[in-house]
T-cell receptor, first 115, second 111 residues
Framework: DSGVTQTPKHLITATGQRVTLRCSPR?????VYWYQQSLDQGLQFLIQ???????AKGNILERFSAQQFPDLHSELNLSSLELGDSALYFC??????????????FGEGSRLTVL | GQSLEQPSEVTAVEGAIVQINCTYQ??????LSWYQQHDGGAPTFLSY????GLEETGRFSSFLSRSDSYGYLLLQELQMKDSASYFC????????????FGGGTRVLVKP
């Protein structure tokens, strides 16, 4: 158990809908990262927050947005969903902007299926 | 931008040794990490190399050559439970210290 909690674990929805994925980082970790993993693909970086502020952005679609709240939990909002958005969405955390050892602690992921 | 290349799949038998190579192109390189991911599971951290040389952790070792922009993960005494995907990742200052992952190498261990 990494200490990172993601909800929901599974989500099935229809095209055009909007969903919110939630992440609680490890206790004490200030950084939260979101990654997308499509079937048999690598981990695509979406966005990073550090202590409530956006710190780095990847190829995140304009239909997607995220934020980190004062209690350090984070939410990833996906709107106008398309079939291609079906993927595993991982949240990861680290104490600082990025741990000196390059170590991130990943949650178990939220599996999104868009029908 | 950053790019990492690693083989897509490797098959080996129990007890064998497997080497997974990773070449990278990036700027402001800090270090090379390795992660393991079982099917449907979360990636878990294995090792990190910031300096040239070999780091050994039990049956797994990781190597880095900064001058060659190359590293590898060595899996020794393979066990069935080592069947998983292995990802190399670079920490890149130029990319805001984010961790960029390679496409992953699926390792299949056969009896």
């Amino acid at each position: 158990d990494s200490g990172v909690t993601q909800t929901p674990k599974h989500l099935i929805t229809a095209t055009g809908q909007r969903v919110t994925l939630r992440c609680s980082p490890r206790s004490g970790d200030l950084s939260v990262y979101w990654y997308q993993q499509s079937l048999d693909q690598g981990l695509q970086f979406l966005i990073q927050y550090y202590n409530g502020e956006e710190r780095a952005k990847g190829n995140i679609l304009e239909r997607f947005s995220a934020q980190q709240f004062p209690d350090l939990h984070s939410e990833l909002n996906l709107s106008s969903l398309e079939l291609g958005d079906s993927a595993l969405y991982f949240c990861a955390s680290s104490l600082f902007r990025l741990a000196g050892t390059g170590e991130l602690f990943f949650g178990e992921g939220s599996r999104l299926t868009v029908l | 931008g950053q790019s990492l290349e690693q083989p897509s799949e490797v098959t080996a038998v129990e007890g064998a040794i497997v080497q997974i190579n990773c070449t990278y192109q990036t700027s402001g390189f800090y270090g090379l990490s390795w992660y393991q991911q079982h099917d449907g599971g979360a990636p878990t951290f294995l090792s990190y190399n910031a300096l040239d040389g070999l780091e050994e952790t039990g049956r797994f070792s990781s190597f880095l050559s900064r001058s060659d922009s190359y590293g590898y993960l060595l899996l020794q005494e393979l066990q069935m439970k080592d069947s998983a995907s292995y990802f190399c990742a670079v920490r890149d200052q130029a990319a805001g210290n984010k961790l960029t992952f390679g496409g992953g190498t699926r390792v299949l261990v056969k009896p």
